[in-house]
């Protein structure tokens, strides 16, 4: 396995260097290639202590061997000295979760076999394994004496066989036992075919021992977790409506008595209620939501409900962009949020009045594939914030910055590479679209021995959703198309989070459609500026950006060659497959696929395969059960029978979401795209 894994990453270093050397006499050294991938690095959930004065974080790194993630503990002080290692076997540890006095760490590690729950002592090093789970433990939270852990598992359950099969012989070799399905979702992206059960609250010691289980039924109980100030109540989010499998977003916020084990429900709205975070002095109750009105796009508001009355108010009713991740203050009077502006992740603050502040912005970094926004936060009793902070050029270090901003990176995790390699220059790009004259964004990224003087083949990159955003992060498949002597092209056009709810709306029930016109103004007006070679144009994305990219392919022949990642090209075959057919029927096109079949077709890139010229490859996972392979599979035989050029590429074992979870399957991604696009590339 090993020889095998060196061979293919030799030869793909080759490859990449055989179709940028003859484009450019920059040095091969100081040129970002596909094999770098496994060197890269990054911070993720950052957990500040309880005094602000030490940070301890997931530094997340990969294994050129095994071709796997590594998810090490690491611990910094706020100023930055003693970043050192607080766990670094070989195994994976997530969920750091400082005690509220900050004497302990929890934290979950399959240091044993299965994922379990830990507690460390911090001033000795000390560890102690406080449970023996069958089902990994999730959203651990703390209780405010420190005496208890609380978190979500699944619990596995029963169910009848539909009929009984008969006794078979003692020694006999039947094939394997049927699966019957009767649930409305069976099957999950990244998860596979989904086991009977349940996920549900628990409590445990924090000095190990048994579990107690807190709630029951069959619906699923869900995290974040919040005690009340006393210790006697959790609070929690829950979808436990009747028709709770068809109304998916109907979640309402429950508390659950410890004592008693008794749930209350607190809210009752059509719209998800979740997020629940007690305040400190525990008259109040924090939350996300909205009125669920089935569109395509909603903005998330923060809401904040009155323990003793029952009363909830929404706090950032004038405020249109999405909030995430509420935190109290120490002093219960203001909030901590997250939220994406213009496609850029900030750090906000809202008074309970509703004044909005903004304390610092550039979070992210987190995903290390396209420049999707990403990253969180922590906060401290003193106001001091540690969070993930990225730019163009390096993915997610450790930042601090107090309640009035004062922004100061902790880390520098990739320095030793990137300070041996020269990236490609990423700058804003503004445009009018054709459509209807709206100012839409986009970014730039220019090879790393960009010449103004010349022009460069460009490629467009679509990013997927549809209801999600680009910004200004690092981008590892976006640095190599530069790296290999494109100018790369990215952009939010309308549709696209983080611009508020009218401008995410203008796709509501017609996507894909006047997007379109959004992108290709945006290559019209890169082209003006001059340093584009207009006979030398590629098209590519994943997702949404895979839709787009094969209704692009159906309405222009302007493109040499297209790359379809993970698509969706039938949307009645799509919706009647994926993962949460319960969600895109509804939101996405109001009926059901018997009910409006032309809607369907027509919004469905399939109807336009007669259109294509286009030499186009698809790329998909495997084990992709948001947009299944299947859909690939439809285009690449339609445009095989038409005698359009067209490869497909399938990545063994990976779902949607995983696509390139692996770094293996990065590289080839990216490889296999920068292959199809030299096949054609005019010379």
């Known amino acids: 396995m090993r020889s095998l894994i060196v061979a293919a990453l030799t030869a793909a270093l080759a490859f990449f260097s055989s179709i940028t050397h003859a484009a450019s006499d920059f040095p091969e050294a100081r040129r970002l290639h596909s094999i770098d991938v496994f060197q890269l690095e990054y911070a993720d959930d950052v957990q500040i202590s309880p005094d ?32 050192r290692p607080l766990r670094s076997e070989a195994r994976n540890f997530s969920q750091p979760r400082w005690s509220p006095d900050g004497t302990r760490l929890a934290y979950v590690s399959a240091a044993d076999g299965s994922p379990q729950l830990y507690v460390r002592w911090m001033d000795s090093g000390q560890t102690a394994l406080l449970t023996n789970l069958v089902e990994p433990p999730d959203a651990i939270a703390w209780s405010p004496d420190g005496k208890s852990i609380a978190f979500t598992q699944f619990v596995p359950a029963h169910k009848p066989p539909l009929a009984t099969p008969p006794d078979r012989p003692e020694g006999a070799q039947w094939a394997p036992p049927v699966k019957v399905i009767d649930s409305v979702t069976y099957r999950a992206d990244g998860a596979g075919y989904l086991e009977t059960g349940f996920q549900h609250l628990f409590i445990v010691s924090a000095e190990g021992g048994t579990p107690r289980q807190l709630t029951d039924g069959e619906f699923n109980d869900d995290g974040p977790l919040s005690f009340s100030p006393d210790g006697k109540q959790i609070w929690f989010s829950a979808n436990r409506s009747p028709d709770w499998e068809r109304e998916a977003q109907n979640g309402e916020l429950h508390v659950v008595d410890i004592a008693t084990q008794r749930i209350t429900q607190v809210t009752r709205r059509v719209g998800p209620d979740f997020s629940p975070a007690v305040s400190p002095d ?50 219960s009077r203001g909030i901590y949020f997250t939220y994406d502006d213009h496609g850029v992740r900030k750090l906000g603050f809202a008074t309970l009045d509703g004044r909005i502040s903004t304390i610092a912005e550039g979070l992210g ?50 320095e030793d ?35 103004a003087a010349k022009k460069y083949p460009l490629i467009l990159e ?41 401008f995410g709306n203008l796709i509501h029930h ?98 336009l ?44 074992e990976a779902s949607h979401g995983g696509m390139v979870a692996r770094p293996s399957n990065l590289i080839a991604k990216v490889d296999n795209i920068l292959a199809w696009f030299e096949r054609y590339r005019k010379k």
């Open 52 to 83: 602000g004065s030490r940070i301890v974080y997931v530094r997340v790194s990969h294994d050129i061997m095994t071709d796997r993630t590594r998810r090490n503990l690491w611990i910094v002080d706020a100023d930055g000295a003693n970043n």
């Open 282 to 331: 525990g008259k109040r109750v924090a939350y996300l939501g909205f009125d669920d009105r089935y569109q395509g796009y909603q903005v998330t508001h923060l809401y904040v409900l009155d323990v003793a009355g029952g009363a909830s108010r929404v706090v950032t009713a004038n405020f249109d962009r999405d909030v995430a991740d509420p935190r109290w203050a120490a002093d």
């Open 365 to 414: 970094g987190t995903d290390l594939g396209r420049p999707y926004t990403s990253g969180g936060f922590s906060v401290s009793r003193n106001g001091r914030l540690a969070f993930t902070n990225n730019t163009p050029h390096r993915p997610a270090d450790v930042a601090t910055a107090t309640s009035k901003g004062g922004v100061r990176v902790l880390t520098a995790l990739n």
């Open 417 to 451: 590479l990137f300070g041996a390699r020269t990236l490609g220059a990423t700058r804003a790009l503004a445009w009018k679209s054709s459509k209807d004259q709206r100012v839409i964004q986009g970014w730039v990224i220019t090879p790393p021995d960009y010449d």
């Open 462 to 502: 679509i990013h997927g959703g549809p209801f999600a955003a680009y910004g200004p992060n690092y981008a590892s498949e976006l640095q190599l198309y530069a790296a290999a002597g494109y100018i790369v092209l990215y952009a939010n056009p309308r549709g696209s989070t983080s611009y508020g709810e009218e």
């Open 510 to 607: 017609a996507y894909p459609g006047d997007d379109y016109d959004d992108l290709m103004s945006g290559v019209d007006a890169l082209i003006a500026e001059g340093h584009v070679d207009a006979q030398n144009l590629f098209v590519t994305g994943g997702s949404g950006g895979g839709v787009l990219t094969a209704w692009i392919v159906g309405k222009t022949d302007r493109f040499r060659a297209a790359v379809v990642a993970k698509p969706v090209i039938n949307w009645s075959s799509f919706v009647l497959t994926a993962d949460a057919s319960n969600f895109f029927y509804k939101y996405w096109f109001g009926a059901q696929p018997w009910e409006q079949p032309q809607e369907y077709w027509r919004r469905s890139p399939l109807s």
């Open 609 to 652: 395969v007669g259109n294509v010229k286009t030499p186009t490859m698809l790329i998909t996972g495997e084990a992709d059960y948001r947009t299944p392979i299947e859909e690939s599979e439809q285009y690449y035989q339609a445009l095989k029978l038409r005698q359009v050029d067209t490869v497909m590429v399938r990545i063994p």
